[in-house]
């Protein structure tokens, strides 16, 4: 088989599973009014396993509520429409996958590693006073292009790891040795393809070149993020390896070792709770 | 992290050892409490709970040898995750910097301030 090109993983994005038709719907009501988004709450209410999902999340002690909530609607009064939309978003993608298609892939150790990356970039986020449900779900999707090109090119991609084993180089470059496309480019599509929000498909875009002219302060975050999860071994991967931190991106969270011990803390914290309730 | 705790099949934990955790049942009821000396008797009654392993404390519990041995397993774990990161290479000053607060981190050194 020819390696793919961008065009090619374009033209298949159709192939890869969908997102529920409601998650896809929500993801594109960020400017619809509010009467349209209390209807959307209640068609999620019909997906009784993402709605309970969802609501674990939502009642995680992350959020601290005094009480339990127990519908979407609830979520929605108490947490705010943009967080709940996050969690239900974070709930649908972890499950949408096929496990198990590429020998070698390890499934549980991709998602372990995007939930530290999530929850690494809502402390970070927390700490800088940016939007913690745009950064938690940045870093939750910033290698779903790995998965994209894992689903639609399974045994190439089992060349990828093979190649990364061999030569001790990251993913990225792996893929491009083998496949060709990166998982940033395959990710970029599929935000596209997912109507994500300008600001996430941007953040997404430039995790792996935060210093780039107007990367933007998400890309820094996802990009440090996802460093600071491989340094902690979450994903508890034997071949674990800690890419190069971009000076620029280290510079601007501007953070002292003591914020950063406690980074690390809440991260581990935050992934013993929030993976249990994704990885079900 | 360092590990003080290990996880022992029932039939291996031997009267006398310590349980480094609260230990309980299926529903969530507390059947014993951290720190317990466990007896015969009580391994005998785990065994009817449906308890088929333990969390126990490691050997001498303050074992400086233990801790010793885990804080070099976990440098060597480090070296390898950090191994692209060449601290002479000053250009890559912010990978080092991570890698050394991870270190202080999993070695739990304070910062001095």
Redesign the interface.
């Known amino acids: 088989m020819s390696l793919p090109t961008l065009a090619d993983v374009v033209a298949q994005l159709d192939d890869l599973p969908s997102l529920p038709a409601v998650v896809m719907e929500l993801l594109s009501a960020v400017d619809q009014a509010d009467a349209d988004i209390s209807v959307l709450a209640k068609k999620v209410s019909h997906d009784q396993a993402l709605t309970a999902k969802t609501l674990r999340l939502a009642n995680s002690s992350q959020f601290g509520l005094a009480v339990k909530l127990t519908t979407i609607q609830q979520a929605i009064t108490y947490l705010g429409f943009e967080t709940t939309r996050n969690l239900i978003l974070a709930a649908a993608v972890t499950g949408c996958f096929p496990a198990g298609r590429c020998p070698g892939f390890d499934d549980k150790a991709f998602w372990r590693h995007s939930i530290g990356a999530a929850c690494a970039a809502r402390v970070l986020a927390r700490r800088l006073h940016f939007n913690q449900d745009i950064a938690f779900t940045a870093g939750l999707l910033h290698d779903i292009g790995r998965l994209a090109l894992v689903t639609l090119y399974p045994e190439p991609y089992a060349g990828v790891l093979a190649y990364r084993s061999a030569h ?1 180089v990251t993913v990225r470059e792996a893929e491009r040795a083998v496949l060709g496309v990166d998982h940033v480019e395959a990710g970029a599509a599929l935000a596209e393809h997912w109507n994500f929000s300008p600001t996430m498909a941007h953040g997404l875009a430039q995790h792996h070149t935060p210093e780039a002219l107007g990367a933007g302060f998400l890309a820094t975050i996802v990009h440090v993020a996802d ?2 999860v ?4 979450l994903a508890a991967e034997q071949e ?8 620029v ?3 601007a969270l501007a953070l002292d ?2 914020a ?2 406690d980074v ?2 809440e991260t581990e914290l935050q992934f013993g709770e929030i993976s249990r309730v994704l990885m079900e | 992290m360092t590990t003080r705790y290990q996880h022992l099949a029932l039939d291996q934990v031997r009267p006398g050892m310590i349980l480094s955790d609260v230990l309980r049942d299926g529903q969530g009821a507390v059947l014993l409490a951290a720190g317990t000396v466990l007896t015969e008797n009580m391994l005998a009654r785990l065994d009817q709970h449906g308890i088929e392993s333990l969390p126990i404390l490691r050997d001498g519990a303050g074992g400086s040898e233990a801790e010793a041995t885990d804080s070099a397993a976990a440098e060597a ?2 070296a ?6 060449d601290p002479d290479n000053h ?5 080092g ?3 050394r ?2 270190t ?2 999993r070695l739990g050194r304070e ?1 001095q ?1």
């Open positions: 001790d460093a600071v491989h340094g902690l071994d674990e390896l800690v890419p190069t931190v971009s000076a991106a280290w510079t070792e003591t950063w011990l690390f803390r | 774990r480090l390898y995750l950090f191994r692209h990161n250009d890559d000053w912010a990978t910097l991570l890698r607060y991870l202080d981190y910062v301030s």
